[in-house]
């Protein structure tokens, strides 16, 4: 059950920004919310914030949000 998650972004604006964000699937809380910037080389993360709420999630840091994103990336979007 961990290692469900709801993934999707917005629709990319004429700039090439969009949002990803990250739902725990059991209970729908938005974790994470990263902004990109899409580039000729790749996309760049422009700002990453996360859920601090103990009530919503425990433990919520920014080394857990860093790890949570790269793991879901791994996970979900078989991305890195």
């Known amino acids: 059950m961990e290692d469900k998650w709801i993934v999707y972004s917005d629709d990319l604006t004429v700039a090439g920004a969009t949002s990803v964000y990250f739902h725990r699937s059991w209970t729908g809380s938005l974790v994470l919310k990263v902004d990109l910037q899409l580039t000729d080389a790749g996309s ?32 979900v979007l078989r991305f890195g």
């Open 44 to 75: 760049r993360c422009t700002c990453a914030s996360w859920e601090t709420d103990p009530a919503i999630i425990t433990g919520a840091d920014e080394q857990y949000a860093r790890e949570t994103f790269l793991e879901v990336c791994r996970w």
